[in-house]
């Protein structure tokens, strides 16, 4: 079987298609043959050296594919199954811990970048019949990021108001969300080419932040002053004070990437006089995958693919990301 790895060194150029063996499914084990993948910042991240990784490494976090074959003592599952395999091999239900991080995909165990993938039988999870293996492949992380985000730890509905920062694979998923539980949503890109396509997928307000740099304060004025309910925040450094301005007094600020750096200032004073909530999340549990899945089935909901790469193209797949011209998720099809 085909794999892409990194055995000696970081970096795009030192990612190598290689030529392995097939698994073979022990006891309470499976093998799925992967169809498709997609790209997270943290893939890019990893690959580059910077994501807390060690080599040799198979990368990549999130994909589908079917089952194609159970050993013993499996239940529950079958060849020909649909699945996605988790991020969070470990993470199957309750709080988050130390443990329950401890097996995630693409980092500190193999990832999804392999024809078959041989996992534990519940380290899988089946996804809604109406999706396609590359809009699947979007939900483990981006996905399931977003649904903790919006419908667990800061819940939106009827009534709230929500911001989602730029049109990546976690935002995008944020605003569908919460529009599909009835909120309202303000986007902000640098792109106005971007903020229409966001405004075409239910987005209520926009915002160029780069013609609008104190974007905190337009979200105050489209609110009447009062402030948004929920910040999904993704940019980290560059972003985190913005986000402080715009919150309503006891709103929440969901702190998931670092798209714009490591470290920032935070203006003490406007958290605690704001009352303010800043949680801090990486990805979910299955059964919050499986809560997230039931509810895009009943929305018929589309993750929004930006573009499919060849499996031999992963490469240019990453330099796509690093670019920072897309749309929703990238996609990687076997």
């Keep these: 079987m085909r794999v892409w790895e990194q055995e000696k060194a970081f970096g795009i150029e030192n990612l190598k298609l290689a030529d392995k063996p097939a698994p073979q499914p022990g006891k309470g084990q499976i093998v799925v043959g992967m169809k498709a993948a997609s790209l997270n910042y943290r893939d890019l991240l990893t690959v580059m050296g910077m994501g807390g990784a060690s080599l040799p490494l198979i990368p990549f976090s999130d994909g589908a ?6 050993g013993d003592g499996v239940s529950g599952i079958k060849a020909g199954d649909k699945v996605c395999p988790l991020f969070f091999q470990s993470w199957l239900k309750g709080p988050i811990t130390a443990e329950s991080r401890n097996a995630a995909l693409g980092g500190s165990v193999p990832g999804v970048l392999q024809e078959h993938m041989l996992l534990a039988a519940d380290g899988v999870i089946p996804f809604p019949d109406h999706l396609s293996f590359e809009e699947a492949a979007t939900l483990p992380c981006a996905g399931l990021t977003a649904w903790r985000a919006v419908a667990i730890e800061a819940p939106v509905g009827p009534g709230d108001i929500i911001l989602v920062q730029g049109t990546g694979g976690v935002s995008i998923f ?43 304060k337009e979200a105050l004025k489209l609110t009447g002053g009062r402030g948004v309910d929920v910040v999904v925040e993704v940019g980290g450094e560059k972003t985190l004070t913005q986000s402080l301005t715009a919150a309503r007094v006891g709103g929440s600020i969901v702190i998931i990437g670092v798209l714009s750096g490591f470290t920032d200032t935070i203006a003490i004073p406007l958290l605690f006089s704001k009352n303010l909530r800043l949680l801090g999340i990486t990805v979910g549990s299955r059964e919050q995958f499986a809560g997230m899945a039931a509810s895009i089935a009943q929305w018929k909901l589309k993750p929004v693919v930006d573009r499919a790469f060849p499996f031999a193209e992963v490469p240019a797949a990453l330099e796509h990301m690093k670019a920072g011209a897309h749309f929703g998720k990238i996609c990687v099809t076997y």
């Design 65 to 70: 594919g079917v089952v194609e074959a159970v």
């Design 174 to 216: 944020a605003l569908q969300f919460a529009k599909a539980r009835g909120a309202k949503v303000i986007a902000t890109s640098s792109s106005d080419e971007k903020l229409a396509r966001a405004k075409a997928l239910g987005a209520d307000f926009t915002i160029n932040y780069r013609t609008t740099p104190e974007w905190g």
